[in-house]
T-cell receptor
């Protein structure tokens, strides 16, 4: 089934640890995005990638890094996790950036940092 | 700053009609999206408006007025499965989506 997969589904992490959230899509979409969703707030963009080999910073990039080595994969890394990074993380993709294309979301990763 | 406002929570009765409003102030406008998100799940696309007027898709309709910075999502013949959060998002001048906090819709029998 075509779509976006994320791993892990959930994770409890000690503060200071390094963590990589994985995201893979098989729709050959050029653009990919990482959002975090916190109670009472809208989805906030962390980083994005308009095409393989390029990345950009969103609204809340501090403490996170991304890479886009190929079209399908867009991992998000927390170099040294802090409790304020406790959130639900969604990966999304769209056919093209800078267009009216719809964004499609993965199932999310629920991360708790203690 | 950029801002999307929606009611936090609404309650409606099964079989009835409900209108969820969204007002926005953004740097530029390149379309407005509505997504549905069931608890613990990913957002899923419902509708897209870029021109003024009403877009109808079965039981769901979405309206846009760009001059007023206003949209609404209209849900007819409500079913229990419509209990979810409804997210309004505007694509700004940089083609990034700015999201509202969502409206939690509770459907009662």
């Amino acid at each position: 089934i075509a779509g976006i997969t994320q791993a892990p589904t959930s994770q409890i992490l000690a503060a200071g640890r390094r963590m990589t959230l994985r995201c893979t899509q098989d729709m050959r979409h050029n653009a990919m995005y990482w959002y975090r969703q916190d109670l009472g707030l809208g989805l906030r963009l962390i980083h994005y990638s308009n095409t393989a080999g390029t990345t950009g910073k969103g609204e809340v990039p501090d403490g996170y890094s991304v890479s886009r080595a190929n079209t399908d994969d867009f991992p998000l890394t927390l170099a040294s996790a802090v409790p304020s990074q406790t959130s639900v993380y969604f990966c999304a993709s769209s056919e093209q950036a800078g267009s009216t294309d719809t964004q499609y979301f993965g199932p999310g990763t629920r991360l708790t940092v203690l | 700053g950029q801002n999307i406002d929606q009611p936090t929570e609404m309650t409606a009765t099964e079989g009835a009609i409900v209108q969820i409003n969204c007002t926005y102030q953004t740097s530029g406008f390149n379309g407005l999206f509505w997504y549905q998100q069931h608890a613990g799940e990913a957002p899923t696309f419902l509708s897209y408006n870029v021109l003024d007027g009403l877009e109808e898709k079965g039981r769901f309709s979405s309206f846009l007025s760009r001059s007023k910075g206003y949209s609404y999502l209209l849900l007819k013949e409500l079913q229990m499965k419509d209990s979810a959060s409804y997210l309004c998002a505007v694509r700004d001048s940089n083609y990034q989506l700015i999201w509202g906090a969502g409206t939690k819709l509770i459907i009662k029998p």
